[in-house]
């Protein structure tokens, strides 16, 4: 059974800092790109931060140089490191491991609140 599980999300201060972990299970984490994603009320999910198997990173232009994605394949985790928050970051985020081939599909956690007041 594949979960994914995220963790770390709650309500900061604009400038906050948070950290958020995708836990995954039942998978082969260390040949996924894991992704993190968010979905704002009324607004349609939006990558936020990949990182392939070989640690290459991809970032949305609203989140460069605040945030930074790592993983750790020994513990089969994905971080999402947010500095500076600001009031607009307030969203669902979604952890997910990207599929590949016929036999390997996405998979989606349930998703962590992350609230940015002003």
């Known amino acids: 059974q594949v979960q994914l599980v995220e963790s770390g999300g709650g309500l900061v201060q604009a400038g906050g800092s948070l950290r958020l972990s995708c836990a995954a299970s039942?998978?082969?984490?260390?040949?996924?790109?894991m992704g993190w994603y968010r979905q704002a009320p009324g607004k349609q999910r939006e990558l936020v931060a990949s990182i392939t198997p070989g640690r290459s990173t991809n970032y949305a232009d609203s989140v460069k140089g605040r945030f930074t994605i790592s993983r750790d394949n020994a513990k089969s985790t994905a971080y999402l490191q947010m500095n500076s928050l600001k009031p607009e970051d307030t969203a669902v985020y979604y952890c997910?491991?990207?599929?590949?081939?016929?036999?390997?599909?996405?998979?989606w956690g349930q998703g962590t609140q992350v609230t940015v007041s002003s």
């Open positions: 039942g998978i082969s984490f260390s040949l996924r790109t």
């Open positions: 997910n491991a990207r599929g590949f081939g016929v036999s390997n599909p996405d998979y």
